[in-house]
Every structure is written in C-alpha cells, then in structure tokens.
C-alpha cells in the first residue's frame, strides 16, 4: 500500500510517501527541489554515479513513521545538499525547510 500525505513545513506543503513493502516500509518527504528518505536511500549512489544530476537528498537511519523521519538527525546527505546548507546530524525537518 502505498499513501501520499499533504505535511505542513513552516506554512508550506512537503508530501510525505509511505511505502508499505513486505517486512520494511518506504519513507519519504519531498519538496520540489530536494528530499530526505529513510535508510533505503543510497547517498554514495547519489554523489558518485549520478552526481550530474546534482540531486538535493537526505539519509536518515532508524525510522519507521514519517514523524520519525522529521526528526531524526540526518546519517548522510548529498553534496548538492550540503551546497543548501544542510549536513549530517541536521533534523530532517530543518533539511526539508531548506529545501523549500
């Protein structure tokens, strides 16, 4: 099953995607130019392979809620992330407000 929920950021909409998959859920939130997702996110895949794409993205490590995933401490970001300012150890809630 998958959902797609309308999250109020500061007065601005991110959308959170849940994934719902055998045994692990997908975890997700986006803005328009970037987004933070769950330990399914491959950060190295990212800066390295696809690095031409200058992808805005976070890594958090550990959740299982969306609320989760606001809150938690980034593990890894991208670098066109830390370009905007956010790092590791950012709460994904502050990420996503500078990705707005």
């Known amino acids: 099953m998958m959902q797609v929920i309308p999250?109020?950021?500061g007065g601005r909409t991110a959308l959170g995607i849940e994934v719902k998959l055998p045994k692990t859920?997908?975890?997700?939130?986006?803005?328009?130019?970037?987004?933070i997702m769950c330990g399914?996110?491959?950060?190295?895949?990212?800066?390295?392979?696809?690095k031409d794409r200058k992808i805005?993205?976070?890594r958090a490590?550990?959740?299982?809620?969306?609320?989760?995933?606001?809150?938690a401490p980034l593990e890894s970001v991208t670098l066109e992330a830390e370009a905007l300012g956010i790092h590791t150890g950012m709460k994904g809630i502050e990420a996503i407000a500078r990705m707005m």
């Open 56 to 58: 805005i993205a976070g």
């Open 40 to 50: 399914a996110l491959d950060v190295k895949l990212l800066n390295d392979k696809l």
């Open 61 to 71: 490590v550990g959740v299982r809620t969306l609320e989760e995933l606001l809150e």
């Open 25 to 35: 859920t997908l975890l997700a939130v986006t803005t328009d130019k970037g987004y």
């Open 7 to 9: 999250m109020d950021i």
